[in-house]
């Protein structure tokens, strides 16, 4: 990956490497500090803006989320049963 596009996807808001989903384990809410609950990678293309690297990240975002939750709760259904 050259300099451009690590400074591009760094400015995003998950990073060069995709988007990641943690649970938060600390009361002060750190970032990154729980385990993941899931992850994806988004590859930074040639001809990426900050924007259209950051809408392929909420696309994913965007399934992962939805995702991840319907799993907890069914988690936590099968917990109870």
Same mark, same amino acid.
């Given at each position: 990956m050259s300099h451009e596009h690590s400074e591009i996807a760094g400015r995003? =808001?998950?990073? +060069?490497e995709g988007c &990641? @989903? $943690?649970w938060l384990t600390s009361a002060r809410l750190e970032v990154d500090d729980g385990p993941i609950l899931?992850?994806? %990678?988004? @590859?930074? @293309? +040639? =001809? $990426? %803006?900050?924007e259209s690297l950051h809408e392929r990240i909420k696309e994913v975002e965007r399934r992962l989320y939805p995702a991840v939750l319907r799993s907890l709760v069914e988690r936590s259904e099968?917990? &109870?049963?």
């Open positions: 995003v =808001d998950c990073g +060069p &990641e @989903l $943690d899931a992850q994806e %990678t988004v @590859l930074v @293309l +040639p =001809d $990426d %803006t900050v099968a917990e &109870e049963r």
